[in-house]
């Protein structure tokens, strides 16, 4: 039984590496001494640093509860979301916190999602109707066990926490990644869904699953138990499927 | 420097009632170009929070007449009656339509939609993806937008003015928050999906990003607020955050307990207390009156000391955890993770928090606003389905039925008018820009952000809370006019051009103010108590005679507002008793031989 939270409060310091493109050439860090409860998150602490201490400090947030996905960071070196990460567990300090890894810094702990958004915009993550089916059918039928298929695929909050995790998206910024893999599952593990040989193009180029070297620290970091590592690995199974069956069937591999 | 962009609708907002709306244009009128203008990127809306359901007519013993009956005495009858009909009819296949867009719904045995209780609501109609409804519509909704090509998204783009010329609106102003810079999107038509104003409050369920904005546009370019006295507090949320518990908790059958393990409600014209929910009753009552109980048992000294004040025991223990997995994995999570509470073994302590803004920018039932041109939608609008007090799992459908609605109507006006003037819109908003820009350049005027929004929130809660008095309103009024002032030398420290987050959060901070003040000048002009609103001072009962109004909050610069009011639309539904539990169902009983009798 996880133990109960105090609020007495101590003060902890808190380090973040700072960048701005009109003042800095180059990150610095820059260090805060901040009030603390044992039920604060990481995210308050930054909070109070921007309305007490020092209005400059940039970063993304906002619904607090991790389900928005705006406030993913480095904290200590690891991905986290800072409002799910709470200082208690990061004692004594001082906590050291930078902008997500893998990611071109826009301003302090901002970095830019449009290549992020750009990749979930190429795999058409969207249903793509197996047949299809009027309003007034009603819904299409789908069952607790083929909705657990998707269940986990589906929570991902598009946080980036996996890709800050991944080596090989570090190495090679073209690299579909974890999460739009996991999402591109997703669809295509859908009762409902028809649309998988539109997406196989995307899971089976140079920059899809292939380039996935199973790590797994992707796993490891999702805040929503998204697991894309195991997501990435089932289409590696279905990309082989569909390059060896375009051999033998004239239909490109759907039996 | 201005850019301009030329577009057919602009929709600032992109959560779940902007991304529908888009959708509605897109897909009906493929030829009109939209331009989806948003804050944050559309997956990070405050939508994606919602966690219980959405509503609609599902199951065979339930009907249309229920859900309207349901909604319209859970809003104390200042719902538009019209309005609510046209609600209740199309909400169900707007969630069939989610559901053909993929939404994973969860499942009954047999692969049909579930529905849970709820609320307020007679019969379970409550469509729910676990406890994660919002999260999963707004993906599902942001991922279907993608197919279209003729959405134009402007994703961190912020909104600091609409464009309003010949009186019609035109087009609005928006930052680029990476880069400082600004486009005018120039637009026939403009619909505000922008959400609520929960920040105007301390303790609330809201994100960061829930303040107000296209709410203080409108209303800054004359169009009158409606009924923003009323504000609805959840009855479970968590102690010092205000992060929300579902009321799909109590849905699934969870009790509420006083410091005496007692359930309380029973003592509040919600019982009989039974062992499993029954709908309508107990913890399936309405925000207003559980939260209402909270207070008394408050002031009864009942409720439970904790280090963020007093609170109640959420107790699921009951449910066991598997269920609990099953159904309220986001709850189990958030308990454990912030409170350090495992739900299975120990109930929650919660309390009362601000939600939800029943009150908005004044439409029409068709979503249009007094100002030509204007649409809105979703919880900045007062469209009019949830009157004095909104029912749980309601709102999440407006989002859908209003959205599409919203987009139908505006499509169809910006095909019957032309572009205006380029020139004096662009002259506009150079006028706008060097607004926006001043409150940036306040490098030395001494008053902190934080400061101002910290006096504010504590002044709403003090004088807009779950019960109210001349006397704390006024001096909620004095204080935000003070606020007001002060705000003219409010500080922005940050003198960066790219992402400057401090210039926005000033800018955000004009956006609560006006909202605050129109709020706490409607509550304390309307002397009764129904809802949400209620009094201490001497107006405890509901007047049909004098107050069945809509109040109308008309920006007066920095004076007060000045209140109006508007018709009450009655159609078959006459105000009668607003009674939950034993003296509900016994009420009911009455209305039906009444009708009965009549017919």
Known sequence: MPEPVTTAVKTIRIEVLRYRPEQEDAPVWQGYTVPFTDDMSVLQALQHIKDELDGSLSFRWSCRMAICGSCGMMIDGKPALSCQTFLRDLLPGPVRIEALANFPIERDLIVSVDGFVGKLESIKPYLIPK???????????????????????SSCINCMLCYAACPQFGLDPGFTGPGVLALLHRYNADSRDGGRDQRMAVLNAEEGVWSCTAV???????????????????????????????????????? | MVETFKTDVAIVGAGGAGLRAAIAVASAHPTLGVALVSKVYPMRSHTVAAEGGAAAVTQSHD???????????????????????????????????????????SR????????????????????????KTGFHMLHTLFQTSIKYPSIKRFDEHFCVDLLVDEGRVQGVLAIDIASGGFTLIQAKAVIIATGGAGRVFRENTNGGIVTGDGMALAYRHGVPLRDMEFVQYHPTCMPGTGLLFTEACRGEGGFLLNKDGYRYLQDYGLGPAEPTPRNKAMELGPRDRLSQAFWHEKQKGRTVAGPHGAAVHLDLRHLGEKKLRERLPQIYELAVEYLGVDPARAPIPVLPAVHYTMGGITADGKTAAPLPGLYSVGECSSVGIHGA????????????????????????????????????????????????VAIAARHDGGERIATLRREMALSMEEGCGIYRSAETMQATCDKIAELKQRYKKVQVDDRSTAWNTEWLL???????????????????????????????????????????????????????PRIDYGEVKITHSPPGTRAYGAAGEQADADRKAKESSHA
């Open chain 2, 389 to 436: 007090n909104r029912l749980g799992s309601n709102s999440l459908t407006e989002l859908l039925v209003f959205g599409k609605l919203a987009g139908n109507e505006a499509a169809t006006y910006a095909s019957t008018v032309a572009h205006g003037g380029s020139a004096t819109l662009l002259a506009l908003a150079e006028k706008a820009r060097a607004r926006a």
């Open chain 2, 108 to 131: 009954k045995p047999d692969g049909h939609v579930n529905v849970r209780a709820f609320g307020g609501m007679k019969i379970e109609r409550t469509w729910f993806a676990a406890d």
């Open chain 1, 131 to 153: 047949q299809p089916r009027t309003l007034a059918q009603g819904e299409y039928l789908q069952t607790p066990a083929q909705l657990e298929q998707i269940e986990q695929y």
């Open chain 2, 63 to 105: 009907s249309l007449e229920a859900h309207f009956h349901d909604t319209v005495s859970g809003g104390d009858w200042l719902c538009e009656q019209d309005v609510v009909d046209f609600f209740v009819a199309q909400a169900r296949e707007e969630l069939v339509q989610m559901e053909h867009w993929g939404c994973p719904w």
């Open chain 1, 216 to 255: 797994g620290y992707c796993s490891e970091v999702c805040p929503k138990h998204v697991d894309p590592a195991n997501a990435v690995n089932q289409n590696k199974v279905n990309s082989a499927k569909d390059y060896f069956l375009r051999f033998v069937s004239p239909r490109g591999g759907r039996p």
């Open chain 2, 506 to 560: 000033a800018v955000e901070l004009g956006y609560l103010l006006d909202v605050a003040q129109a709020m706490v000048h409607s509550a304390l002009q309307r002397k009764e108590s129904r809802g949400s609103h209620q009094r201490l001072d001497g107006f405890e009962q509901r007047d049909d005679v004098n107050h069945l109004k809509h109040s109308l909050a008309f920006f007066n610069g920095d004076d007060a």
